[in-house]
């Protein structure tokens, strides 16, 4: 049975709509799969009135990334700066949460994103990516360096080894859950995962 159609909302709310209707259907099903009629379908509206709202299903997945970008790194520095007053690693810890926290809140985020880093060639999506993945490393690498000058982990720790390190732990909770069908079991490892990362830090010394 067709869904009845919703009254007519300005542009605005209405592409985010889509974003945001992208973004969960991309938990469901494979991202690359998803079509512009399952979208008009999810927000209650004719698959070519999709269209007056962005120009191409592209469209719509680049103005998802930009928000994932936005609200992510949003998220990410108001756990780093709400901890800042108990040091740079606990900064970091509040990041590490926060970012799991994200990603339990939107699963289709992280399938969306592993999706567009295994594309082989480069592609406007792929390159929001990189942007956001080039904004997460700095946030890492910049608090790593100030515990570093803090003196709360060692001084020879590789901040650039550590960064990825802190990023491929985050990636391997969500891998994991995500193969088991269900992100419920991340938030009760993530923490055991940090501790295990930030004891490692300090075995350097």
Known sequence: MTPPLRTKQPTEARQTGLVQ???QLAAVQCPAEITTRDLAAEVGITQGAVFKHFDSKEAIWLAALDWVHESLMARLRAGAVGHAARGALAALRAVFVAHVDFVREHPGVPRLIFQELQQGRSSLLKDRVE???DAYRQLVAGLLEQARSE???AADVDTHAATVLFIGAIQGLVMQSLMAGSLDRI????LAVYEIYARGLQRLQ
């Open 131 to 133: 942007a956001l993945m």
């Open 151 to 153: 003196r709360s982990i």
């Open 21 to 23: 209707a992208a973004l």
């Open 187 to 190: 938030q009760r490892q993530a």
